[in-house]
């Protein structure tokens, strides 16, 4: 059976998970990470040096990095419900996995530990003020290409929706002021239509 390892209120892991259940694919999870530990022992090292979470066992293969095993598990088991067979429509739809990475993970990751993960006389306000700033103008980015299209995929959900609509459940429900992005939370609310991200997202944020 497919092994997903990581504890499940990882954002990165909570990928992963949702791309799991959107494909019925049959995973055993792991927790691993944070208070579970497990991601230092040489055995998990040897399978992801890094020592972070996810990581992803499928029949003898081993990956690391989280928007990776989602493309993996949708080329291997998503046609043709979310692997989009057009080469453009694919990479309209995954540019979004690779802005997630390159442009929204660090300001988030500067809200997240500051208001979800660090006590609150370990809290940096300057990075979190910079962060909430710079969120807000990344999740406008978001809004203004919801308002031409229902999912960041297209007119379907798809691969591109993933990565995002993780960050998007944290960003919409940590207890901070944010800017209105209609759009944005319009697509939200679809994306909360879905029981299997009812599952694998919107689970604690601790």
Known sequence: MLKIWGRKNSTNVKKALWAAEELGV??????AGGPYGVVSDPDYRAKNPNGLVPTLEDDGLVLWESNT???YLVAKYGQPSLFLADPAARADAERWMDWQISSLSGPFRD????VVRLPPEQQDQTAKERGLK??????GIVDAALANQPYLSGEEFG???IPVGCFAYAWLEMPIERPEH?????WYERLKQRPVYQKA????LT
């Open 111 to 114: 809200v997240f530990w500051n």
């Open 26 to 31: 049959p995973y055993e999870n792991i927790p």
């Open 69 to 71: 095993i989602v493309r």
């Open 159 to 161: 691969i591109g929706d």
């Open 134 to 139: 710079d969120c807000s103008r990344l999740f």
């Open 201 to 204: 997202v919107m689970t604690s």
């Open 182 to 186: 209609p759009h944005l939370a319009a």
